[in-house]
């Protein structure tokens, strides 16, 4: 038999345990609705992989929102669920939320881009290439009509087109409402390229002309941004810099030059950042994100600014792709997770999710660089990964 042919996941298991010898009750042990994962989230289930989940925070928000700046922020505290398996990170990032919250918070602002997918197109030259793009500037509201006839939560909100001799890249900007979006764009582009070709009768040859770009890092996505584009930042007194992280303004600021910027760029990194990735990863696998949209999230920017003896820090997130509703958020602990962060998938609740994950990737960025600014990393990991403290 194959793994198709068998019906439920225990079935599927002991299947596996037979055939390699092996006993999986560790992962046939689970709280997971089989019925909808299966349906849903998981093909060919056996069980599930448990990763440890912590709590960072509270930390400080101040929401500002568009076209209120500096006027009547709005603050909420927020006790954070990371899941990770990296002994240290949590607790780095708990004392970053510490130091913000005793600063005066985060404030933090989202701009939303747009879930995007990029089709590649192939004509017969230059001259129809460039036809084309032109009839595809012109009938905008015709194309944007095709995608709402897929779903009544998605709307298209622009275009973006370029031309390599005989091939055309289109790059579709949907607003997927709250969720993440990629597969409903995936269908309402695939319906936008088959009333293309009917209508020019230039042929589609991906939906995914790696133009979107999903889910790969590129200039593309940091530039022109994807999802959401987020902002946080955060002013931290002498004294907190003193008591709480142990170190100073300076001594961060040259880090971070040294480290993010200059280290970066000799490197041809995509992320002028200390560890975004480490952030992200643990906020998503807790919220029921898609991983693969790591490798967006962390292509993004740190900048720190001495302000007399103070720290000016900020994060910029130019392509965060966050959902409330759908795929992994579905499931029962990943509901749990959100409903920590009073998300229950309402309208503005993944603007919500993008404004957090910046606050805590800003916690993540200070705690790091003052770590690394007195020298504490090794003893850090080795005290709180490895169960010993360096001398």
């Given at each position: ?147 709402k006839k897929t779903s009544s939560h998605i709307n298209l909100r ?166 409330t509703i759908g795929g992994g958020t579905t499931l029962a602990t ?58």
């Amino acid at each position: 038999m194959k793994l198709k042919d068998f019906k439920s996941v225990k079935d599927r298991r002991v299947f596996i345990e037979k055939k390699l010898s092996l006993s999986l009750d560790n992962i046939g042990s689970f709280t997971i609705d089989e019925a909808k994962a299966t349906s849903r989230n998981c093909e060919n289930m056996i069980g599930a992989a448990q990763i440890p989940l912590g709590i960072a925070g509270p930390i400080k928000i101040k929401n500002l929102p568009a076209g209120e700046a500096g006027l009547k922020l709005k603050i909420k505290n927020y006790y954070v669920p990371l899941a990770t398996t990296e002994g240290a990170l949590i607790a780095s990032v708990n004392r970053g939320c510490k130091a913000i919250t005793e600063s005066g918070g985060a404030s933090v602002f989202v701009e939303e881009v747009g879930t995007t997918r990029g089709p590649v197109f192939k004509t017969e030259g230059l001259r129809q290439s460039l036809e084309f793009k032109t009839w595809l500037d012109q009938h905008f509201n015709d194309l944007n009509h095709q995608s709402k006839k897929t779903s009544s939560h998605i709307n298209l909100r622009k275009i973006d087109t370029r031309v390599v001799g005989k091939y055309v890249y289109v790059r579709f900007y949907f607003d997927t409402e709250e969720a993440m979006g990629m597969n409903m764009v995936t269908i309402a582009t695939t319906s936008i390229n088959q009333f293309i070709e009917s209508e020019t009768g230039v042929r589609c040859l991906s939906v995914a002309g790696n133009f979107d770009i999903d889910k790969k890092p590129a200039w593309l996505n940091i530039i022109s941004g994807r999802g959401r584009r987020v902002w946080a930042e955060a002013v931290i007194p002498q004294k907190v810099l003193k008591e709480t992280l142990k170190t100073t303004a300076t001594s961060i600021y040259d880090v971070w030059l040294g480290k993010c910027l200059l280290g970066s760029a000799i490197s041809g990194s995509l992320g002028f950042n200390a560890h975004f990735a480490n952030m992200i990863s643990a906020l998503f696998l807790a919220t029921g994100q898609d991983l693969a949209h790591i490798v967006e999230g962390s292509a993004g920017i740190t900048t720190t600014e001495l302000i007399d003896s103070n720290l000016y820090i900020s994060v910029y997130l130019p392509s965060l792709m966050v959902g409330t509703i759908g795929g992994g958020t579905t499931l029962a602990t990943q509901k749990e997770s959100l409903s920590i962060l009073g998300i229950k998938g309402e309208k503005g609740d993944t603007d919500k999710l993008a404004k957090i994950c910046a606050g805590v990737v800003l916690a993540g960025e200070l705690s790091l660089l003052a770590s690394l600014s007195e020298g504490s990393l090794a003893k850090a990991h080795a005290h709180l990964a490895q169960g010993k403290l360096l001398k």
